[in-house]
């Protein structure tokens, strides 16, 4: 059956304020509620099962994207440092897509999402070079996880908790009393000027390696900052993304380059579960030797379990054989 018509207009406008497609509602709406008869997932078998021996159960796949567009900025031929407007760029453009994947979240009633997955793309880069008429890059940012219901998660209702922590992950940390509460990200462009301005000399690039840590100092800081707000106590599977690059410094005739780093960081904030109580853990079943060796013959063997009379009758037996077998050698 074709897909009914829908206001074109009204869609548009719901992205340009940050919301989802209406497309995007409709298929959500199959989704939601108890009549829905088949959810989507982008979970593995393993991370399937463990997540449901902790309550945690699959609703629906959801996701948020987001193509952002760095304009013209400011001149910064001869500076070193970090580069704002880019990062704050990188970082709105995540903001937006994790945005989309909650609202998509919140609309099919879900507590958390687990195993979000991240990807960034550059469209297009900046192709005139540096300075006042630097810009030109096309950034997309795609998130998908997968929305789930877990009563035992707190937050508050209608703002499910984003993670990109696997299944597998959480029920490791539900093992032990702690829940994901927050999904941290930042990013950092960090510029340095004339980077092989000493490359005559022989030895390592301290200015480069200094533009590394700084950059991840700065992103870390943030992150820092953000894990405080959210009350979490302790930060887990940070994946950190660098890249570094030579750029043209963006003088005229000039043949010393600049050096580019690029620092994304994501990962989850995690607390203690209010009032946990710990699971009953199985008795471990005890250690069973399924076959017993018995007289001088290897072939005299019998099955565990079985009763005393039958172990002592293939005892006397066994013994019996192997002396018959000496008689024999002896004969």
Known sequence: MAPASLDLKKSLAQVQNGGIPLRAQERL????????????????????LLARDVQVHPISQVMGSSVFHVGQIADYKGSTGEITVISDAHREARRRAISRLFQEAAYVGADAVIGARLRERMITMGARGKGGD?????????????AVRAPWITHPPGQPIVTDLSGQDLWALAQDGFEPCCFLFE????????????????GEMTEANQAIEEARRIAGAKIHTQAAQF??????????????????CGFAGCERNDLDVDLSWFCTGIRRI???????????????????????????IIEAGDDEDEVKQAAEEAEEAAADADEGAAG
């Open 274 to 300: 209010p009032n946990f109580a710990r699971r009953a853990v199985a008795d471990v079943p005890p250690l069973i030797l399924s076959m017993t060796p018995l007289g001088r013959r290897r072939s005299a």
């Open 187 to 202: 990013f950092c462009r960090y510029h340095v000027w004339h980077v092989t301005k000493g490359s005559t000399r022989h």
């Open 134 to 146: 630097d810009g030109g890059e096309v950034l997309e940012f795609t998130v998908v996880g997968t």
């Open 29 to 48: 709406e199959e989704e939601r509620g108890d009549h829905h008869r088949l959810f989507t997932s982008d979970l593995s078998v393993n991370e399937f």
């Open 231 to 248: 009350q979490a106590e302790f930060v887990v599977g940070s994946d950190i993304q660098l890249t570094v690059r030579e750029v043209p």
